[in-house]
């Protein structure tokens, strides 16, 4: 293209944009243009609304809507409370605000001017975004406006032992409901009762379901989320629940996960000891739950207790740190006739996770204990721990106790395990004559070993089996400890405040370079003690028989620091327990050690078996009856009259 055609091409251009312009400007000059959400509802105004199932498809005609009515006042902080649980509400969506336990076991984790203040366990976490609340309602299966209902300010009225809130809603086609809800609260009760009434106020028929927050967050204990999530209850049978669990870890990568299992029974947000939970009374109204994220604002923006500094510390994943879990319950579509009215009830409650507690709730809810794989024993092992804290009240002196009967129990099998190591090990040098005696046929030397092992009653397997039917019990008290609400704030000795966290000593000023990411700036003791206490059971350890085992266990000296590492960020109740443990582990192994050294071994058939002599027992005389006394004088008198008939010459 030449110079003079690009001229020419820039004018003709220039032309037909402006006469563009100047005819766009006199078309729509003073025209006012609809926001993208006013354009969205006028499209759907002029789409016919859809036929009532079962009926014939023609187009409804909209009902006049009742003139709009004044805004009510917006009042927040609405109180109704019982001895152990407070609940704060406000009129916009008929929310739940706050809701503080107000039991003195259960303070928040964290202080303000040295002092525990009350546990704030249900709160807008996200700014704005409160518990208890319908945020969606549908009619034949579309939202009745835009914006969520969740921001409607309700009509109240309150009093000391009820709420009331009121509204109605509608869509653009003349549908409308009267939604009242109805909160009562019961005296020494950990949960409070709602009653919703849907009632149809237009002259048409419709489907009706919404969409019922039941829990946005909870109150956390730390920075961290592995016992944080939400869970949802679904009946299998009698007595027996499924629940179904989602991390916020989850959420975040995976989004909202939607759970459409039949007879759902319940669903609220969990944190380690304590949670939310919202249970309707009929389990059909419960179409499908609806987990989602919630980005806590505090912990966005580093405020309050959530330094920069907590989380950089607490955290090497500040972006999950600050996500927390909302369930939603989406309800089943009812059709209301004209004039019809739904009424649901269910109960929303907020508790702490004892196991007798949420036992008396049923529905499965002590499953929400999370003892672990052998809960039954937890609850045994939970059970000897309150009962000795009922006579030695401090929970670190029952933990020690505890774990001395436990092994006290264990005694005999761990006994047994020791002698038959102890046994192969002084075996070792026949079991190297028999290596050298076969050479490289190692079929006949294991066989020639096994027949060793016959001849001294050693089996390979008997130092496993007793150490395997352990750990079980092990594994059952370590959930105990993780789990059991009543280590919460319990302090024990000296530096140490809280059994259900770790143990810090000394909290350093400064950033620890590398370590800093992976164990924190406290100095925690007990993680160290259990470290050197496992040291020390490793010296009283016997040497393994053969070579592969003394492999094993050369790679088992690193077991200490690996499990050092573990333990360093768990509570100090889990450390005192197994410091503790290993500590009285390696005293047995001493005292069994010390005394396997004083008996000789011998093969099977030459040892002399211990014969226990019986002592005979000291005879008693016999208590003689009336017939024997009887007998015994007729005979002396017959005795009597032989010796009166004799001569006295003997003649």
């Not at 709009?68 to 609940?87: F, W």
């Not at 916009?92 to 928040?108: F, I, M, V």
């Not at 499908?288 to 923006?301: A, K, N, W």
């Not at 005696?437 to 020639?448: R, Y």
Request: hydrophobic share 40%.
């Amino acid at each position: 293209m030449d110079k003079k055609t690009f001229v020419q091409f820039l004018i003709i251009s220039s032309v037909i944009l402006a006469a563009w312009w100047v005819t766009s400007f006199l078309l729509f000059r003073g025209r006012p243009v609809a926001s993208r959400p006013e354009r969205a509802v006028a499209a759907r105004a002029q789409q016919p609304p859809p036929a009532a199932p079962g009926e014939a498809e023609e187009i409804a005609q909209p009902v006049p809507v009742e003139p709009p009515q004044e805004q009510p006042e917006l009042v927040p902080g609405i109180v109704l409370a019982n001895e152990l649980i407070r609940t704060e509400w406000t009129n916009r969506g008929a929310s739940l605000q706050r809701l503080t336990l107000l039991d003195e076991r259960y303070k928040a984790p964290y202080k303000v001017e040295n002092e525990r203040p009350p546990l704030v366990l249900l709160q807008d976490f996200q700014n704005g975004l409160y518990s208890d609340t319908i945020e969606k309602v549908t009619f034949n299966g579309r939202a009745a406006i835009d914006r969520t209902t969740a921001d409607v300010i309700y009509e109240v009225k309150a009093d000391d032992q009820k709420l009331v809130f009121e509204t109605r809603v509608g869509d653009e086609h003349g549908r409308m409901v009267k939604i009242k809800k109805t909160v009562t609260i019961s005296p020494g009760s950990y949960h409070y009762d709602v009653t919703l009434e849907f009632q149809n106020v237009c002259q048409e028929s419709y489907e009706l379901s919404c969409a019922l927050r039941a829990a946005a967050g909870i109150e956390r204990e730390s920075l961290q989320t592995m016992y944080l999530g939400t869970r949802v209850g679904v009946m299998k049978g009698p007595d027996d629940y499924k629940v179904t669990k989602v991390s916020p870890k989850t959420l975040s990568k995976k989004g909202p996960q939607a759970n459409s299992s039949a007879d759902i029974a319940w669903a609220g947000v969990v944190n380690h000891y304590f949670m939310a939970v919202l249970v309707p009374d009929d389990r059909d109204w419960v179409e499908t739950t609806l987990s989602r994220s919630v980005t806590e604002t505090d912990i966005l923006q580093a405020r309050g207790r959530w330094s920069t500094r907590t989380i950089r510390r607490d955290s090497d994943r500040p972006a999950l740190a600050n996500q927390n879990a909302a369930v939603v319950i989406n309800t089943t579509p009812v059709k209301l006739e004209p004039g019809g009215t739904l009424v649901q009830h269910y109960k929303l409650i907020a508790a702490p996770k004892e196991d007798k507690l949420l036992a008396s709730y049923g529905e499965g809810m002590s499953s929400l204990v999370e003892f672990g794989w052998f809960p039954t024993l937890s609850r045994l092992a939970l059970s000897l721990l309150n009962g000795i804290h009922s006579v030695l009240p401090n929970y670190g002196v029952a933990i020690l106790l505890l774990t001395a009967i436990i092994r006290l129990v264990l005694h005999p099998l761990t006994r047994k395990s020791q002698m038959s190591m102890t046994k192969m090990q002084r075996l070792q040098p026949h079991i190297a004559e028999l290596q050298k005696k076969h050479g490289d046929d190692k079929q006949k030397a294991t066989q020639a070993q096994m027949e060793l092992f016959r001849k001294h009653g050693v089996s390979p397997l008997s130092g496993c089996w007793p150490m395997f039917l352990q750990l079980p019990v092990l594994f059952a008290l370590f959930g105990t400890l993780r789990a059991a609400i009543e280590l919460r704030h319990a302090g024990f000795v000296l530096w140490i405040q809280d059994l259900s966290q770790p143990d810090a000593l000394y909290h350093f000023p400064f950033d620890i370079p590398l370590l800093g990411t992976f164990l924190g700036n406290d100095l925690n003791v007990l993680p160290i003690l259990v470290i050197i206490v496992m040291l020390v059971n490793q010296r009283f350890t016997p040497k393994p028989a053969t070579e592969q085992a003394r492999q094993q266990q050369k790679i088992m000296k690193f077991m200490p620091v690996m499990l050092g590492f573990i333990f360093y960020r768990m509570p100090s109740g889990l450390c005192l327990y197994f410091t503790a443990s290993m500590g009285i582990g390696a005293l047995e192994r001493w005292l069994i050690e010390k005394k396997a050294a004083k008996t000789d071994l011998a093969p099977v058939a030459e040892q002399v078996p211990k014969i226990r002599r019986r002592v005979p027992a000291p005879q008693t005389p016999k208590k003689t009856g009336w017939l024997e006394k009887l007998q015994n004088i007729v005979e002396k008198q017959h005795k009597a009259s032989r010796q009166a008939k004799r001569p006295k010459n003997g003649k």
